[in-house]
């Protein structure tokens, strides 16, 4: 790659076979993100692994706040970001405290055991209840409304093109 210069310590090496092992290697993960929406991937990734990451507000969104986010989340400037970057990989204290975050973050808010254990509990209520649950459902009561009332006009509408249209 062009973006590739050894003699400024900025490596641009292509595709990455071994994710985990690529991960270990690396001091930090900066993922300076500015849209997306949902959980990032790549930041899963480098706390399964145990790096350490620098993003942004929209990068963290749903992971963890500042207090409790495995690393550093930066402003949305490229100056901050690139400070918070090279604050987090000098400072040895800092990157152990940011590496140690991960672990109550997988304990608690992203333990699959205990979320699979309330979705099966959750199902398991629906299934009981399923026709209970359905009646109190006022979003699909009222889709449900709009669906027969939208056929009805639809057809009407067609029924009195058919008499103003001459058939050939």
Do not use: C
């Not at 699979?116 to 889709?143: A, C, G, V």
């Amino acid at each position: 790659s062009k973006l590739d210069s050894p003699s400024e310590k900025f490596r641009v090496q292509g595709r990455v076979e071994d994710l985990r092992s690529m991960f270990r290697g690396a001091r930090i993960l900066l993922a300076p993100l500015r849209y997306g929406a949902g959980l990032k991937g790549k930041l899963f990734d480098a706390m399964e692994n145990g790096t350490p990451s620098v993003t942004t507000e929209i990068g963290a969104e749903g992971v963890a706040d500042r207090e409790s986010f495995p690393g550093l989340i930066a402003a949305d400037t490229p100056q901050e970001i690139a400070w918070a970057a090279v604050s987090l990989y000098q400072n040895k204290a800092q990157w152990y405290e940011a590496q140690q975050k991960v672990y109550p973050l997988f304990a608690t808010d992203f333990n699959k055991a205990h979320f699979k254990r309330s979705f099966f509990d959750r199902l398991e209520r629906l299934r009981k209840d399923l026709i209970t649950i359905r009646h109190q459902n006022f979003w699909q009561q009222l889709i449900l409304q709009h669906r027969l009332q939208s056929t009805r006009y639809l057809s009407r509408w067609i029924e009195t093109k058919n008499k103003n249209t001459p058939i050939h």
